[in-house]
């Protein structure tokens, strides 16, 4: 289970759920978890069209995540953003339907495109992984501070000289980059669960930006490692486990939630009741 | 205010002859007005009178066709001017204290991650004593209430130490006794921190005990003065174009429009529209 190829499958994963998580919370921060859902399908056009003039998958996943973040922003600028978002995938997944058509992939390169194929990474691949990663991880300590600031108040950031559309191109190329390294590993589909359920699960479980944060990519860590270990030993898709397991950990994370808000209000009730009593006695 | 100086160099901001088209509509015309350090400006006028239009310029965020606006410049590249935006919604799910938001004020715009430092924490603690939110420093700012969260907005423009502090309708929405105790907070800032403070609203009653000044916004002119000065039949007649009455009632002024013969006539007050 930890040798060769598995070591591979083990390390790619855990860079993106390290990125995933952190890029995530601000995705939570932002509420942008539709171009979230829009940019990986516009990566994935972009891996069909690169298969089809015969270049680097990774090349066609960043040229084609970028020129979406980009569009979302410029359109969301003049018209309402889930709209830009919206006509952004419908075009990017009419491309990937039309190089599709056009290529000789076999079915399975192609599923595994937007199911990933963690398994399938190779170590000359982990390479471009690991510095988008660190580039992602590295773009977004140096923005953290105007960008909540920009996501929690945007009018008061604009005053303060943080303008709202720069911080929100800065934000999409991250999520884009973020996308095209995490394709090739969990796949088009699947990354966008590595996005919303760690950061959406951590919130609950704390108050602190930065520990929400931290809280974030140990979820997202611990959701793609047992969804390889259990793929590995049930035979069974690894994206299965990471988007039932994704889900899981936010229910956890709503039950402890409403757990602690039920113990914090129980002494009141009956601080509350006694006092009645004493009043009636 | 008597005994207080009002030469040049206590002068905070000046707005002078400015005017603001957008879009062909014209929003402001010739709008002149001066604050002094320390002073407690209302900026009255009825919804869409113009008011945040002029504080956007004031903020920079809007270029006016014409005029000027000088803020005076503090130390050592401070933001100088503190802003409390009209309607905030924070989500109630979202990881953020009260005192995370008002660290944000000190250094919000820098790159970099917020390193934890005792000095910080020291400036953080001390400004949420200020605005006493001491009490609710730990909890989800999206879950605390109106009166509270303004408060807590309040100490993240001011922590900074700007020389002007902005706000738009930060009454609005308010319960009556959350109005008081933030017109009281920011009539305290004013006077002890020497701060300017400029506060938009569309009912200028809460601020009629604390007021040093008016700005009332009406037809997109302006008319500035002290509140006796400013709110008379006389002076918001001239500035509406039409009669106005001003109504004193149990310590509360109503600004109404209307020809009161013709009210009297009627029986009725479809004629009179109270303005503010």
Redesign the interface.
Known sequence: MFSGLMLTAWESASIVAVVAGVVGFFIGLRGSAFAAHALPNGAFAGAAGASLIGVDAIAGLAVFSILGALTIAALGRRARHDVATALVIVVMLGLGSLFLSMTTEYAPEIFSLLFGEVLGVSSSELIPIAIIGVVCIAAMFLVYRPLMLSSVMPDVAEARGVGSTRMEVIFLVIVALTTTMAVPVVGALLIFSLLISPAAAARSFTNRPFTAMGLSVLIALGTVWSAIALAYLSNLPIGFFVGSIGAGTYAAGRLWAGWKRNRASTPRVAGGRSRAQVQIS | MQGRAVDGSDEILAVDGVSVTLSGREILRDVTFHINAGEFTGLIGSNGAGKTTLIRVI???ITPSSGTVRVESGSRGH?L?G???QR?T??P?????AR??VG?GI????????LPSATRRKQVDEMLDAVDATRFA???VGNLSGGEQQRILIA??IISHPRLLLLDEPLANLDIGSEQEVVDLLARIAREQRIAVLISTHDMNPLLPVMDRIVYVANGRIATGTTAEVVSSESLTKLYGVHVDVIHVHNRILVVAGRREEALQHGGSESIVELV
């Open positions: 903020l920079g965020l933001p001017i802003y409390v935006p905030i924070l989500d799910d979202m990881p953020l204290r995370d938001l944000l250094d919000g715009q820098r790159f970099g991650l917020p730990d909890s989800r993240h423009a």
